[in-house]
Nanobody, 116 residues
Framework: VQLQASGGGLVQPGGSLRLSCTSSGFIIGIVIMGWYRQAPGKQRELVAT?????STTYVDSVEGRFTVSRDKNTVSLQMNSLKVEDTAVYYC?????????????WGHGTLVTVSS
């Protein structure tokens, strides 16, 4: 499974950005897709996930501002009302399940900078 992310950039506080991540390769069996982020000097944080059945999860700090969605082999993260503390490198991931075993795959990071 290969993951290609796009959509990062510089935005002012209160602005919006949309990240997208397209999967390719052997994508049958992907059960969860989503996004992590890592801010400078901080640990990686799980931001949002979407399961194959459509259920979603969010970290508390983005609840109500971010929306994760999936369309076939692309997972997106719509980020609204961005705050300075959302500045981070964002990584998409996919979990594939085969024969009862889970394997995680990662895209390259895309930098989101929220600054005035």
């Amino acid at each position: 499974v290969q993951l290609q992310a796009s959509g990062g950039g510089l935005v002012q506080p209160g602005g919006s950005l949309r990240l997208s991540c397209t999967s390719s390769g052997f994508i049958i069996g992907i059960v969860i897709m989503g996004w992590y982020r890592q801010a400078p000097g901080k640990q990686r944080e799980l931001v949002a996930t979407i399961a194959s059945g459509g259920s979603t999860t969010y970290v508390d700090s983005v609840e109500g501002r971010f929306t994760v969605s999936r369309d076939k082999n692309t997972v997106s993260l719509q980020m609204n009302s961005l705050k300075v503390e959302d500045t981070a490198v964002y990584y998409c991931f996919a979990r594939r399940r085969s024969l009862g075993k889970d394997s995680d795959y990662w895209g390259h990071g895309t930098l989101v900078t929220v600054s005035s």
